[in-house]
């Protein structure tokens, strides 16, 4: 059985020059040419967007894209002794949802239970005006499931998130609803890098998410911080990451 979740095709090495405009980046390649890349990341990527760093970019000539390389991955000084230092970490938000799909088609995550039908997409919340992104039918409980892409970090603790996020504060209270209705509700955060071992909100950068996080907990809201190996070969899952004794998961 191969190891990898999810195998990345062939990349190209280069080195980041810059990222503007929240979708471009400048990265010069092995080759010594500088090209425009695709960033599709939305977020401020702290501690990930630094210049002068390796990356790995794919290429695809599609006559449609305006720029044909996107931006995959970046190489990070680790503060885990174990990994020599240097640590890869995924830069490309449309890839953990799809590698989430596969570990539910997969049945990678015990703590999920049975369920028999996987529904991405689906609308729920106030007026149904949002969308969870997977929905788990079984027979059982429904499980209503939302997916962070969580790259920051204070040594081996991955923290989400990385900015003010008023989105990502109503998903929770809707999460919360959900559990108030008599279904099951579980935050899912995709660790996008191996060195961290263990998970915490981000309360310097939001502390209203890490409130609501902690309020969301004590109301039932299942949390499964997932740890992914990342290398230029792909994503292996690791089990999930645990919590820092320290931290104090309740709402006072």
């Not at 000539?61 to 970490?89: A, F, H």
């Not at 209203?208 to 809201?221: C, K, N, P, S, W």
């Not at 792909?234 to 999930?240: D, E, K, P, T």
Request: hydrophobic content about 35%; charged content about 20%; overall charge neutral.
């Amino acid at each position: 059985m191969d190891s990898y979740l999810y195998r990345y095709g062939p990349l190209e090495s280069g080195v980041l020059l810059k990222r503007y405009k929240r979708f471009l980046a400048d990265i010069q390649l092995t080759s010594g040419e500088v090209i425009t890349a695709h960033c599709p990341n939305t977020g401020p990527m702290t501690g990930v967007c630094i210049p002068g760093n390796p990356v790995r970019v794919s290429y695809s000539p599609s006559k449609t894209r305006k720029y044909p390389y996107t931006w995959e991955l970046i190489q990070l000084n680790s503060e885990v002794d174990s990994l020599e230092g240097l640590t890869w970490t995924g830069v490309n938000t449309a890839l953990p949802n799809k590698i989430i799909n596969l570990a539910l088609t997969e049945r990678l995550f015990p703590e999920l239970g049975n369920y028999s039908e996987i529904k991405p997409e689906v609308p729920y919340g106030m007026n149904l005006k949002s969308r969870v992104d997977f929905l788990l039918k079984g027979e059982d409980k429904s499980i209503y499931l939302e997916v962070k892409n969580t790259t920051w970090s204070d040594g081996k603790i991955a923290l989400f998130p990385d900015t003010v996020t008023e989105r990502g504060q109503k998903h929770l209270k809707e999460l919360i609803e959900v559990v108030k209705q008599g279904d099951r509700a579980v935050m899912l955060y995709f660790i996008n890098r191996g060195d961290c071992t263990e998970f915490a909100p981000g309360d310097t950068a939001d502390p209203v998410y890490g409130q609501l996080l902690r309020e969301a907990i004590l109301a039932g809201v299942e949390v499964l911080p997932c740890r992914f190996q990342v290398t230029p070969e792909g994503f292996q899952y690791l089990g999930l990451a645990t919590f820092p004794p320290l931290l104090r998961f309740s709402a006072s």
